[in-house]
């Protein structure tokens, strides 16, 4: 290389050289502004409102949907056939036990009943006779006891004819309300034709509800479960009053039935409701409002907001173990103490160990950095 070439490669090495060292000056300077300018700014602080964690006995549970049964209710059949001669259903009306809903012809028997009447005022008056010959010894012991089992065969014959009038008249055997009904007067019905049915009209009802063999295991008579009539109802309680003995084969479950007393507005027999079951032994929680739990890929956790080192009012990521939601609360069986303050509203936003403003619903802070 000659010595012009030498000198020109030294200053354009000098050159870039000196331009690296100038930029590089430059950013360092920029970044220690950038340090300076970060070290005066206060640390951002967060605003939320908090809840305390409650202590709580909280019992798992289970849906069922359950099938309204009245304490009382038949399918009317006729015991023996006839033709309709009264007819006084009335679907949908309350009848009171004891009530005629229909009558069957009897004319035939009514007439066999008077006959037969006649014939046992004969066989008394025969019999009096009798005892009266019996005592003058104008007749024997044995024309006295045919005389006696002629009033006897008499009188049970009369029996035996009202009673058939008595099961051809259809009563109300208590208090309900009647069903469909589609019979009619000069009507003919063979013997267990359907008449209609009656729902007893009482102040309870009956539910009865499947659940599997491992929650049936749980309960016992006397337990309390929580019925649901609409979507939008309020629960109303009501008591298991039996357990079936056996399981079913086919399906695994178990029938329960509870039965409500003094529902308003219950609902008409065959109607479903929803169950809630209780399930095993109660276990202590706490309580604090849904809106504290965050979900992420590491599990359920909530922000406990409690002092820090420092002393400043910060956020503290808890992981928890969380059970049943009920209304706006949830259950946490683990991870957090009653007592303990936790992010409500504004949780969304926060950070581990986030500088926080703890503020009331009209937005007044009341409490943050110290």
Same mark, same amino acid.
């Given at each position: 290389?000659?010595?012009?070439?030498?000198?020109?490669?030294?200053?354009?090495?000098?050159?870039?050289?000196?331009?690296?060292?100038?930029?590089?000056?430059?950013?360092?300077?920029?970044?220690?502004?950038?340090?300076?300018?970060?070290?005066?700014?206060?640390?951002?602080?967060?605003?939320?409102?908090?809840?305390?964690?409650?202590?709580?006995?909280?019992?798992?549970?289970?849906?069922?949907?359950?099938?309204?049964?009245?304490? +009382?209710?038949?399918?009317?059949?006729?015991?023996?056939?006839?033709?309709?001669?009264?007819?006084?259903?009335?679907?949908?009306?309350?009848?009171?036990?004891?009530?005629?809903?229909?009558?069957? &012809?009897?004319?035939?028997?009514?007439?066999?009943?008077?006959?037969?009447?006649?014939?046992?005022?004969?066989?008394?008056?025969?019999?009096?006779?009798?005892?009266?010959?019996?005592? &003058?010894?104008?007749?024997?012991?044995?024309?006295?006891?045919?005389?006696?089992?002629?009033?006897?065969?008499?009188?049970?014959?009369?029996? +035996?004819?009202?009673?058939?009038?008595?099961?051809?008249?259809?009563?109300?055997?208590?208090?309900?309300?009647?069903?469909?009904?589609?019979?009619?007067?000069?009507?003919?019905?063979?013997?267990?034709?359907?008449?209609?049915?009656?729902?007893?009209?009482?102040?309870?009802?009956?539910?009865?509800?499947?659940?599997?063999?491992?929650?049936?295991?749980?309960?016992?008579?006397?337990?309390?479960?929580?019925?649901?009539?609409?979507?939008?109802?309020?629960?109303?309680?009501?008591?298991?009053?039996?357990?079936?003995?056996?399981?079913?084969?086919?399906?695994?479950?178990?029938?329960?039935?509870?039965?409500?007393?003094?529902?308003?507005?219950?609902?008409?027999?065959?109607?479903?409701?929803?169950?809630?079951?209780?399930?095993?032994?109660? +276990?202590?929680?706490?309580?604090?409002?849904?809106?504290?739990?965050?979900?992420?890929?590491?599990?359920?956790?909530?922000?406990?907001?409690?002092?820090?080192?420092?002393?400043?009012?910060?956020?503290?990521?808890?992981?928890?173990?969380?059970?049943?939601?009920?209304?706006?609360?949830?259950?946490?069986?683990?991870?957090?103490?009653?007592?303990?303050?936790?992010?409500?509203?504004?949780?969304?936003?926060?950070?581990?160990?986030?500088?926080?403003?703890?503020?009331?619903?009209?937005?007044?802070?009341?409490?943050?950095?110290?």
């Amino acid at each position: 290389m000659s010595h012009r070439g030498w000198i020109g490669s030294t200053l354009l090495l000098v050159t870039v050289f000196g331009t690296g060292g100038g930029l590089a000056a430059r950013k360092y300077a920029t970044h220690r502004e950038t340090l300076i300018a970060s070290a005066s700014q206060p640390e951002p602080m967060e605003s939320v409102t908090v809840g305390v964690a409650k202590e709580s006995e909280h019992r798992r549970t289970t849906t069922s949907i359950g099938t309204v049964i009245a304490l +009382r209710s038949i399918t009317l059949r006729n015991e023996l056939p006839g033709t309709v001669r009264q007819v006084m259903l009335v679907p949908g009306q309350v009848v009171e036990a004891g009530t005629i809903l229909v009558a069957l &012809n009897v004319s035939v028997e009514e007439a066999e009943l008077k006959a037969q009447e006649a014939q046992a005022v004969l066989a008394k008056t025969l019999l009096g006779r009798t005892e009266r010959a019996t005592q &003058n010894r104008a007749a024997s012991e044995v024309e006295l006891d045919r005389a006696r089992a002629e009033l006897d065969v008499a009188l049970a014959q009369i029996a +035996r004819t009202q009673a058939i009038i008595a099961r051809k008249t259809i009563r109300a055997p208590f208090r309900a309300h009647v069903g469909l009904a589609d019979v009619h007067p000069g009507q003919y019905l063979v013997e267990g034709t359907l008449v209609t049915t009656l729902q007893g009209v009482d102040d309870a009802v009956h539910v009865d509800f499947p659940v599997t063999q491992e929650v049936a295991a749980g309960l016992k008579e006397g337990d309390s479960v929580d019925l649901f009539v609409a979507s939008d109802s309020s629960p109303a309680a009501a008591r298991i009053v039996a357990l079936d003995a056996r399981i079913h084969p086919a399906t695994r479950m178990a029938m329960i039935r509870a039965r409500i007393e003094g529902l308003a507005g219950a609902p008409a027999p065959g109607a479903s409701v929803r169950v809630r079951v209780p399930v095993g032994s109660p +276990r202590r929680a706490v309580a604090i409002p849904v809106s504290a739990l965050r979900k992420g890929p590491g599990g359920d956790h909530v922000f406990v907001i409690a002092p820090g080192k420092d002393g400043k009012t910060r956020a503290e990521a808890r992981q928890v173990e969380t059970g049943a939601v009920l209304g706006d609360e949830v259950m946490i069986h683990a991870g957090l103490l009653p007592g303990e303050q936790v992010a409500a509203s504004g949780s969304f936003k926060l950070r581990d160990a986030a500088l926080v403003a703890i503020v009331r619903e009209a937005g007044a802070a009341i409490g943050g950095a110290h």
